[in-house]
């Protein structure tokens, strides 16, 4: 069996292209370094990617996506209580985004920052990971206000941007700074957010 047909080859590609892009950014994404890293070869790549865009695509939709799933939309979907949930997913960024999430940043802002003001089918994909992510904390906050465990009044949808924005922002300022301090700092100030959101 080939490499291009391989069992794997396409994962390995992904996952190895995801770290590229998190190290350098998509524009800084090199075919010739990915393939030195990964061992394969253009004929591989090409089975699989008909472009370096279309590998971009790709790591969006499967590889960034599922952490974002893994990390939030999965445990909301099963919360009791969502914002148990919420500080849960803020503690268990480094199992999902590796120890240098600080020095790096979230891939997910990353990209969208770099990629959306210059090609509209990245923005279109990031887009809908950020509408699925508020979707999904808005709609954990709507059952908790159903079972009498989030306040009426407050606004879920609104209150999830909020929860995302904040989250985000605390990882860029952290990025910037290199420091942790910023991002244990919005977070802190973002769980004593949630918790008045209780009645």
Known sequence: MSERDAPGTREKLLMA???????HGFQGLRI????????LTKG???????????LGYAVVDEVIARMIHDL???????????IDTIGTALSRKTDILGEDFVVLGCPLNNLAQEMSPVDEGFRQKLQ??????????????AEGQKQGIIR????????????VASFEGAFSLAKNAQSVRALEIGERQLLRYLETLRP
């Open 128 to 141: 809908t990971i950020f509408e699925g992510w508020v979707r999904e904390i808005g709609a954990a906050l």
């Open 72 to 82: 939030w939309l999965e445990p909301l979907q099963q919360s009791a209580d969502p």
């Open 17 to 23: 292209a995801f770290e590229e892009i998190h190290l």
């Open 152 to 163: 009426s009044d407050i606004d879920p949808a609104e209150a999830a941007l909020f929860v």
């Open 44 to 54: 591989a790549f090409y089975h699989h990617f008909k472009s370096k865009k279309a």
């Open 32 to 39: 010739d370094r990915l393939l030195e890293k990964t061992g």
